[in-house]
C-alpha cells in the first residue's frame, strides 16, 4: 500500500512538541537496540541473546505503533468523523492494522 491510497497527507491535529519527543526519543531507543543486535551479530553473540533482543525491539515496535494508532484515533479519525468522512477513515486505518496483525 502507498502513501497515494491514505485520506490525508498530514495529521489534522498537529502533534505537539511534547508528543514528537516523545515519540522521536522511542524510536532513537530502538535504533540504538537495532545497532546493539548488529553488534551482537558482528561478534558472534549466542543466538538465543540475539533473540530476546529481536522480540524486545518488535515489542517497543509495536508499542510506538499503538501509542501512534490511539493518537490518530483521538485526533484524526474523531475529526474526520465530525466532519462526516468517518467511514473513509475508519476504513483506511482498519487497512493499515490489518498491517499490524501480519
Known amino acids: ?14 502533534r505537539t512538541k511534547d508528543e514528537k519527543k ?5 524510536l532513537k531507543r530502538i535504533e540504538g537496540q537495532v545497532r ?3 553488534k551482537m551479530v558482528d561478534e ?4 538465543m541473546d540475539i ?7 518488535q515489542s517497543a515496535l509495536k508499542n510506538v505503533g499503538f501509542s501512534v494508532t490511539e493518537r490518530h484515533i483521538k485526533h ?26 501480519k
Not at 516523545?22 to 522511542?26: K, L
Not at 558472534?44 to 543466538?47: H, K, N, V
Not at 533473540?51 to 525491539?57: E, R
Not at 474526520?80 to 496483525?101: R, Y
Open 1 to 14: 500500500m502507498d502513501n497515494n491510497e491514505f485520506l490525508h497527507d498530514h495529521p489534522s491535529t498537529p
Open 22 to 26: 516523545a515519540i522521536v526519543n522511542r
Open 36 to 38: 546493539g543486535i548488529q
Open 44 to 47: 558472534d553473540r549466542y543466538c
Open 51 to 57: 533473540l530476546v533482543q529481536i522480540s524486545a525491539i
Open 76 to 101: 484524526c479519525v474523531s475529526d474526520a468523523i465530525k466532519s462526516g468522512e468517518g467511514h473513509e477513515t475508519i476504513d483506511e486505518l482498519m487497512e493499515v492494522m490489518k498491517q499490524f496483525s
